[in-house]
């Protein structure tokens, strides 16, 4: 393209640069070559597309460097891309307008990059052109002439090898000369008749755009109107135009009816234009090899893309990746389990007994302790998605998955987010974002919570382990018990491919979207680029997420702690406690009596605190849902444990424990000095009966229920604040709530009623 007219930066204190490119070019790796750690991550105002911007200077000059989603064209198919066209046309309020775009291209294929680059020199702004990745094109016996290329282009070309930091400087030095000097806008490469109509739509134009820059003669950017007249898909059109009646979208059809008709057709010509021009820009600046060099990435793919070996290689990845969530996971989470709790008695200690101590530790203190122990899982789980991403192998475990997923109404991209959902469905749900298209990634976090996370596992162990017989098959390789855990994750698995295709041919039915996948070449990943990922996804879990499981936290504490009548509850036991006090203070500190003392104490305790259980919010909706919740074997007890159990599904464990009053002898409760007894919790259990009856609550059909009911249910307040901070709305979280918990209660419906029908 040639040039034809000047224009100068206006100065302001900050220069803002925009960072563009097509995915895997290495753009994320050269943002944080130039900003370091001085990033901030967020959304865009409105969208919950990710917003990174990071500061740096050079030579006395302010950039504000923000790095736009990877994109192949300026063409908006989605919200990543019109985030970056809504940005360039400085359509956000809060965001200061761009003064330079730095493009970057990969030059191992530089020629469909410039695309792009095409695309991005029409709007008018100065622009730099990085060409990374040099090293791979000399790997493919590819060699670019920088200089005959910035001539050709009109517009300053560095070099860089991002992930090893080199061009880094020249690269500001780029931007400062530009800050400086006059630029000059490219002429329209598109052919005459083309441009005639994009001139008359201009006028017709004026005044309906929701939001345009303006010209002397008010009319919005001549690369504006030729975006809308391209748009045939109307994702553009119907972000941008203020159009009742319709007026403007038939003058828009009426455009390219015409153009169609003298060889024009839209959008084919736009291809045909830009392809053109990128071959002319590279004409004696690019030397291509004779014959195609077979490289490392390509021997490599001819196994890991290979339908039996490669599918071997990526279930040995996924099988270290899965493993590596849960057991690196268990000490770090195991240290801040420890911290909570040394926090909470260290607070006890301190505190008078009251609502204020029992909030500080249950409600404040629990409800951090809640959030912070997922950390560990999400720094692993995002630590080895940014390893992965980088170093190009994401990119064909989504190849190998596509041709599963795609049969459920998904796609290659949906199967990483699903596996994460086993250990927890946060990261699971956070790690969605990696897909495009709106409605499969949408469908991928609603049903992402089905998968079996971790916190179903204590709620699985204790069921299984009272109710169900340890009978074994094949000379014990096989168990009951065993195969009871596995049908209940093939329960979840089940129902979210139920659930997907449900989605895929209702609420969220679509035109079938093409899955289209760049295999990028292999690479060194970037540690520094790995470690800032990691950092960025555990922040913003933190910051988003965890402000609101707090406060669902708070309001769980009031439910269990309130009314708290202390007068009524404890009175019955207080002569009692009080003769065992004075006895074990009577007795000396090494005294064998004392150890039956403060198991007594400790079963009062525990009695007190199931009565207070029993006369709180929610021990009285408990009761209240009852019959509700009969019909699934269930008493009031469990009803009320399920309510309670709201915040996190492991709860139910503890809060069975407190209602039933489990202990280590039958009658108190199974934390011992030793640990957990899981025979006691199994002996009361099975002992527990119905008010006023001797008819026991717990039986096979029952523990079978409640299994099925936390294996479909959306017990889980991290879950649900993550769906509405990725979501941006309330609409899906609570669509999400309810059409789980109606799954779980038709599930442990039928599962009870069967069972009980099969056991006569």
């Not at 199967?415 to 469908?443: D, H, K, Q, T």
């Not at 018990?481 to 129902?495: C, E, K, R, S, V």
Request: glycine share 8%; charged share 20%; proline share 5%.
């Amino acid at each position: 393209m040639s040039t034809n007219s000047n224009a100068v930066i206006s100065p302001s204190d900050t220069i803002n640069v925009a960072l563009v490119g097509n995915p895997n070019t290495g753009k994320s790796t050269l943002f944080g070559a130039l900003v370091g750690v001085r990033q901030r991550v967020g959304n865009y105002p409105g969208v919950t597309v990710e917003k990174k911007t990071g500061l740096f200077s050079h030579d006395g000059n302010r950039f504000e460097l923000t790095d736009l989603p990877g994109l192949y064209s300026l063409a908006p198919h989605g919200r990543d891309e019109m985030v970056a066209v809504d940005l360039l046309l400085g359509r956000y309020k809060s965001e200061s307008p761009v003064d330079i775009v730095v493009c970057i291209v990969d030059a191992s294929n530089i020629e469909r990059n410039l695309y792009l680059v095409s695309q991005v020199m029409e709007l008018g702004l100065p622009i730099l052109v990085v060409v990374n990745m040099l090293d791979v094109a000399k790997d493919h016996g590819m060699a670019i002439d920088v200089a005959k290329l910035s001539e050709r282009l009109a517009v300053p070309v560095v070099v860089t090898q991002a992930n090893r930091g080199q061009g880094v400087e020249k690269i500001k030095d780029e931007l400062v000369s530009l800050s400086k000097e006059p630029f000059r806008t490219p002429t329209n490469p598109f052919p005459q008749p083309f441009q005639r109509e994009v001139r008359n739509l201009q006028k017709v134009l004026a005044g309906h755009l929701d939001s345009h820059v303006g010209d002397a003669d008010n009319l919005p950017p001549r690369w504006l109107v030729e975006r809308l007249l391209l748009d045939v898909r109307g994702y553009l059109t119907t972000s941008l135009l203020i159009d009742e009646g319709g007026r403007i979208k038939t003058e828009l059809k009426a455009a390219r009816k015409r153009l169609a008709e003298i060889g024009c057709s839209v959008p084919g010509i736009e291809t045909d234009v830009r392809y053109g021009w990128a071959r002319s820009a590279l004409e004696g600046a690019l030397e291509l090899p004779n014959q195609y060099k077979l490289t490392v990435s390509d021997r490599l793919d001819s196994v890991l893309t290979n339908r039996f070996w490669g599918t071997i290689v990526f279930v040995l990845v996924m099988v270290t990746v899965f493993q590596a969530v849960f057991t690196w996971a268990v000490p770090v989470m195991a240290l801040v389990d420890g911290w909570v709790e040394f926090l909470g008695k260290a607070v006890e200690a301190g505190m008078q007994e009251g609502p204020l101590r029992s909030l500080v530790v249950d409600g404040l203190l629990g409800g951090v302790g809640g959030v912070m122990i997922f950390l560990p899982q999400i720094l692993i789980l995002f630590f080895f998605i940014a390893l992965l991403e980088d170093c190009g192998y994401m990119a064909r475990a989504a190849f190998l998955m596509d041709r599963i997923m795609v049969r459920v109404g998904l796609s290659g991209k949906s199967f990483i987010p699903m596996l994460s959902s086993f250990a927890c469905a946060v990261p699971g749900i956070m790690a969605a974002r990696v897909i495009g298209n709106e409605r499969n990634r949408l469908a991928t976090i609603l049903v992402a919570p089905l998968m079996t996370c971790s916190a179903r596992l204590p709620i699985y162990a204790l069921l299984i382990a009272a109710f169900i017989p340890p009978t074994s098959y094949l000379g014990g390789l096989i168990s009951l018990q065993g195969l009871t855990l596995m049908a209940l994750y093939f329960l979840g698995i089940f129902t979210a491919v139920l659930v997907a295709l449900l989605l895929k041919k209702s609420i969220l039915r679509g035109e079938p979207t093409p899955f289209m996948l760049e295999l990028p070449s292999y690479k060194t990943p970037s540690l520094r680029t790995v470690f800032y990922r990691v950092f960025e996804r555990g922040w913003m879990f933190l910051r988003t997420a965890g402000t609101m499981i707090l406060l669902v936290s708070i309001i769980a504490w009031a439910a269990l702690y309130y009314p708290h009548n202390a007068d009524v509850v404890e009175a019955p036991f207080k002569s009692q406690l009080s003769e065992l006090h004075r006895s074990l203070d009577m007795l000396p500190a090494d005294a064998p009596e004392r150890v039956e003392i403060v198991r007594q104490i400790a079963r009062i305790d525990r009695q007190i605190a199931s009565e207070y259980q029993q006369q709180s919010i929610i021990g009285r909706m408990g009761r209240t849902i009852e019959p509700i919740v009969k019909p699934l074997g269930w008493d009031w007890r469990i009803g009320c444990a399920v309510l309670a159990s709201f915040p996190a599904r492991e709860v139910v464990v503890a809060t069975l424990g407190v209602i039933y009053n489990v202990g280590d002898d039958g009658t108190a409760n199974g934390t011992t000095e030793e640990g957990f007894n899981e025979s006691a919790w199994a002996k009361r259990l099975r002992g527990v009966t119905w008010d006023g009856t001797d008819r026991p609550v717990f039986n096979i059909p029952v523990a079978l229920s409640l299994m099925t009911f936390f294996a479909l249910c959306a017990q889980c307040s991290a879950t649900l604040a993550v769906i509405k901070t990725e979501t941006n709305s309330w609409k899906w979280p609570i669509f999400t709530f309810v059409y789980m918990t109606g799954f779980a209660y038709l599930g442990a419906l039928i599962t009870y009623q069967v069972g009980m029908w099969m056991g006569g």
